[in-house]
């Protein structure tokens, strides 16, 4: 076995990844060990209109200490500017330790896209996950539908073996929706809440199955706070009490939300601190009783009432039941200037409209 220093990992996983029809995908694999890695990266795709999977193995050298960008258009032979067809892809990227001495030590890999969609021009970036991350519950406190966005559920089944998937739907203390779907062993399969027409536009989630499995929940929005973007959530593999969030902002052009769902099958006191940039006594709280089965958005803007008007915030939010999950979602117009440098005597100003969407962090580490 390789033996994984800090954050990385030998194996990581991605459930969602789309080439052509207007999209670009790379894979960034960064290797922070004094030796070099020998990289399989294994695709699971579809073409579309197709009825059969495939799949493809790429083999790359990362060196040492170093990052790599790989283009999975190029692998696959899909150009972003053929909007006639594309493929929907999961990927598996692991350390090939074959026949390597000294072993590479682990990775990390992330998987950034950039796209056309549905009058949409944007991009998102998701951090795989491991083999020990993979579970058979997975958990989503937002699943936006009807006039709030258009969303997918992602799922790969990276098992030797069928698994049967169900999701259920939450929204105001009611199952609201389910559906089920059957993922052959190695391969992709693809839930589009968006067709059940869902009586709430915001609903929470719950995903099962009966194999150790990975879900994404990539969502498109549309004018949604004057914002068109996109962005991509892994579930939460379990409820919690402790969530938190490093970054926030409510200042000029940022809508920030956090969305809070009780999953649970009874009521949860929630407690929201807001702690703000100057750090000392500077925080805000809010007390909640949320029910049962209920999804909550709170406007972190309308609640930031730090007497200095700081706008950058950090949040936490702690439920004593421990039944909840929680996002972080930000729709932005951001102004940004570049000013000049050694390589340019011209400033130049720009504009970009964005959406992020982050689940909380269950806990604190001390290597990211």
């Given at each position: 076995?390789?033996?994984?220093?800090?954050?990385?990992?030998?194996?990581?996983?991605?459930?969602?990844?789309?080439?052509?029809?207007?999209?670009?995908?790379?894979l960034?694999?960064?290797?922070?060990?004094?030796?070099?890695?020998?990289?399989?990266?294994?695709?699971?795709?579809?073409?579309?209109?197709?009825?059969?999977?495939?799949?493809?193995?790429?083999?790359?050298?990362?060196?040492?200490?170093?990052?790599f960008?790989?283009s999975?258009?190029?692998?696959l032979?899909?150009?972003?500017?053929?909007?006639?067809?594309g493929?929907?892809?999961?990927?598996?990227?692991?350390?090939?330790?074959?026949?390597?001495?000294?072993?590479?030590?682990?990775?990390?890999?992330?998987?950034?896209?950039?796209?056309?969609?549905?009058?949409?021009q944007?991009?998102?970036?998701t951090?795989?996950?491991?083999?020990?991350?993979?579970?058979?519950?997975?958990?989503?406190?937002?699943?936006?539908t009807?006039?709030?966005?258009?969303s997918?559920?992602?799922i790969?089944?990276?098992?030797s073996?069928?698994?049967?998937?169900?999701?259920?739907?939450?929204a105001?203390?009611?199952?609201?929706?389910?559906?089920?779907?059957?993922?052959?062993?190695?391969?992709?399969?693809?839930f589009?809440p968006?067709?059940?027409?869902m009586?709430d536009?915001?609903?929470?989630?719950?995903v099962?199955a009966?194999?150790?499995?990975?879900?994404?929940?990539?969502?498109?929005?549309?004018d949604?706070?004057h914002v068109?973007?996109?962005?991509?959530?892994?579930?939460?593999?379990a409820?919690?009490?402790?969530?938190?969030?490093?970054?926030?902002?409510?200042?000029?052009?940022?809508?920030?939300?956090?969305?809070?769902?009780?999953?649970?099958s009874?009521p949860?006191?929630?407690?929201?601190?807001?702690?703000?940039?100057?750090?000392?006594?500077?925080?805000?709280?809010?007390?909640?009783?949320l029910?049962?089965?209920?999804?909550?958005?709170?406007n972190?803007n309308?609640?930031?009432?730090?007497?200095?008007?700081?706008d950058d915030?950090s949040a936490?939010?702690?439920?004593?039941?421990?039944?909840?999950v929680?996002?972080?979602?930000?729709?932005?117009?951001?102004?940004?200037?570049?000013?000049?440098?050694?390589?340019?005597?011209?400033?130049?100003?720009?504009n970009?409209?964005?959406?992020?969407?982050?689940?909380?962090?269950?806990?604190t580490?001390?290597?990211?």
């Amino acid at each position: 076995a390789i033996a994984s220093a800090g954050p990385t990992a030998s194996t990581w996983y991605f459930a969602e990844g789309r080439v052509g029809g207007g999209f670009k995908q790379f894979l960034t694999i960064a290797n922070p060990g004094i030796t070099a890695c020998s990289v399989d990266i294994n695709y699971l795709y579809r073409v579309d209109g197709s009825t059969s999977d495939s799949s493809k193995t790429v083999s790359v050298s990362v060196p040492a200490v170093s990052r790599f960008t790989e283009s999975v258009n190029a692998d696959l032979h899909f150009s972003e500017l053929d909007m006639t067809t594309g493929a929907n892809v999961a990927a598996i990227v692991s350390v090939n330790s074959g026949g390597t001495a000294p072993l590479c030590e682990g990775i990390v890999v992330e998987r950034p896209m950039y796209f056309y969609f549905h009058s949409i021009q944007s991009g998102t970036d998701t951090l795989g996950t491991t083999r020990e991350q993979l579970n058979d519950h997975y958990y989503f406190a937002d699943i936006p539908t009807g006039t709030s966005g258009e969303s997918f559920l992602s799922i790969l089944n990276p098992q030797s073996t069928t698994a049967n998937v169900t999701v259920k739907y939450y929204a105001n203390g009611n199952e609201v929706a389910h559906e089920t779907l059957a993922v052959v062993a190695l391969s992709r399969g693809t839930f589009q809440p968006n067709n059940l027409n869902m009586p709430d536009a915001d609903v929470a989630a719950v995903v099962s199955a009966d194999k150790k499995i990975l879900v994404e929940r990539p969502s498109y929005f549309k004018d949604r706070y004057h914002v068109n973007g996109a962005a991509s959530v892994t579930g939460a593999t379990a409820l919690g009490g402790d969530w938190f969030f490093a970054e926030g902002s409510t200042g000029v052009g940022f809508q920030e939300n956090l969305l809070i769902a009780n999953l649970s099958s009874t009521p949860q006191p929630v407690l929201i601190s807001l702690q703000s940039a100057t750090g000392g006594s500077a925080f805000t709280f809010a007390a909640i009783n949320l029910p049962a089965k209920t999804q909550l958005i709170w406007n972190v803007n309308s609640n930031n009432d730090f007497t200095n008007h700081t706008d950058d915030v950090s949040a936490k939010v702690t439920s004593g039941g421990g039944g909840i999950v929680v996002q972080r979602q930000m729709f932005v117009t951001y102004h940004g200037q570049n000013g000049a440098n050694s390589s340019s005597t011209i400033q130049t100003s720009w504009n970009a409209l964005g959406v992020t969407d982050t689940m909380g962090s269950p806990s604190t580490h001390n290597a990211y």
